[in-house]
């Protein structure tokens, strides 16, 4: 209730006080004027409490399908749900997605949850993670780093599993990631039977550091089809530590242009990537984001919060 209302409301109260008193015996000492006026401002106060309406995160699946960490319909391959079932707030119908992606209105953000179970061809870990559908309609088609683009998101690694296998406090989690894949021309003129590219960029949640990986060629002389080689013979990961975030909230953005990208921490000056490794990128690329646990440990978990999340191109 506004403050215009409640002031015509505490002069209606009164005047209905006044009258009472005039017309009641001057004997009756029990009743405090105050108390009756208290009330109605708390009752006031508690129902627009109750009005307020529940906030989710902001993200629109139009383009974003999901993969889950289980495989429920038996096909040999992680359970994914595509843009349409997921859009306009679809997932929270769906059964199967809500023990891994589900909504958190206390903070108004997105759980993406996962543990060790199906994986990918290409990957021996499991992850509740989004990939970019420029095309709903068509995974083969994607964008290439000419045409750029970028994707910005808020969202903190809320909980993860202990690592008591090596030195690290925590199992690592990829949060975000430019991911290659090789383009249907190629695909026609090799005869390759996989479109599988290497990560060209990967943001890790390490101990609390966000770090980047980004490919690099090992020989810069590569060129024409060697390029399209995805072992870690031809590629390798250049490692930045960008900053210690714990299990904090933080802000991150990726940009992506002819040759050149740009990765950003909360507010910290951008660290940007501009060699000849990404002038011969020979893949189109997608976004990724969510919750992809590296480890195959079979009492591993993680929890990653998304607030906001949203690509341009």
Known sequence: MNTILKINTLKLTFALLALFFFECSSSDESLNTTDIVDEVIDNDDDNSEEEQP?????????????????????????????????????????????????????????????????????????????????????????????????????????????????????????????????????MDIHGFSSNNGPPLIKIYWKDGYVWSHKKSLIDEDTEGDD???????????????????????????????DARIEIQLNNEDPYVYQDISLDKWPYENYFKAGNYLTTTNADAFSYVKYYNLSVTH
């Open 227 to 257: 390029l399209l080689e995805t072992s870690n013979n031809t590629w390798y990961d250049i490692k930045v530590n960008l900053g210690y975030v714990g299990f904090e909230s933080f802000d991150f953005r990726i940009s992506a242009t």
């Open 54 to 186: 529940v906030s989710y995160a902001e993200i629109d699946f139009s383009n974003w399908k999901v993969t889950l960490p289980v495989d429920e319909n038996n096909n040999g391959s992680p359970d994914e749900y595509q843009p349409d079932e997921l859009k306009e707030f679809g997932y929270q119908t769906l059964a199967a997605v809500q023990p891994f992606m589900y909504d958190d209105i206390d903070d108004s953000s997105l759980v993406f949850y996962t543990y060790p179970d199906v994986s990918t061809t290409n990957s021996s870990y499991s992850r509740t993670e989004l990939r970019e559908l420029i095309n709903p309609d068509n995974s083969r088609e994607n964008w290439t780093l000419l045409e750029g683009g970028e994707m910005i998101g808020r969202l903190k690694v809320s909980e993860v599993s202990e690592n008591n296998e090596s030195n690290d406090d925590y199992h690592k989690v990829i949060v975000m990631q430019i991911h290659g894949i090789i383009s249907e021309e190629d």
